[in-house]
């Protein structure tokens, strides 16, 4: 069965920086790509963030380029993302999902975790 | 970037009612689309991709159709575990999902 468990959230004063964690199981890590899509209070569905299988391909929202880092590691079959600079706008539940792919390219999202809430606010 | 816009934002409908969203893109995504339903509180779950082909386990009352940048989901016979709101996304470069459309209970 496959099972995505997000970590990290919390509340972070403006300008911050969190990271979060996405434990994988039931399914082999490093064949698929994986992904972060998140949900601002009462709005729809943003991708964020992806990384392929191997990790050497990324893509990022423009909201996220040059402020998030998304990663992966194949021996603890665990996603992370790194997030800097937040800003309120960064308010949202952030989603761990995983791609029915190997590849970013055309991104489809079979599998989903739980959520975690990420609030910015002083 | 590639836009997608559904209409109509919500509708309300009925027990064994026949539903259908509309998902438009802006410029051809060819068959890039996918359509995820969810509930209040949850996940996302995916129902539809490759515009037209059933996710294993989704009840065969929902169908997709279309190509290009005019794609349809339609519920066959509403259900009352079906009121929910529906996304697509294009699966085409950007992962755009559209804003949305709320099925609820007429």
Partial sequence: EVQLLESGGGLVQPGGSLRL???????????????????????????????????DSTYYADSAKGRFAIS??????TLYLEMKSL???DTAIYYCAKDSHYGISNPRFDYWGQGTLVSVSS | DIQMTQSPSSLSASVGDRVTITC????????????????????????IYAASVLESGVPSRFSGSGSGTDFTLTISSLQPEDFATYYCQSSYSSGTFGQGTKVDIK
């Fill in chain 1, 72 to 77: 992966r590691d194949k021996s603890k079959s």
């Fill in chain 2, 24 to 47: 438009r893109a802006s410029q051809n995504i060819y068959s890039h689309l996918n359509w995820y339903q969810q509930k209040p509180g949850k996940a996302p779950k995916l129902l």
């Fill in chain 1, 21 to 55: 964690s996405c434990a994988a199981s039931g399914f082999t890590f490093s064949s698929f790509a994986m992904g972060w899509v998140r949900q601002a209070p009462g709005k729809g569905l943003e991708w964020v963030s992806g990384i392929s299988g191997s990790g």
């Fill in chain 1, 87 to 89: 800003r309120a706008e």
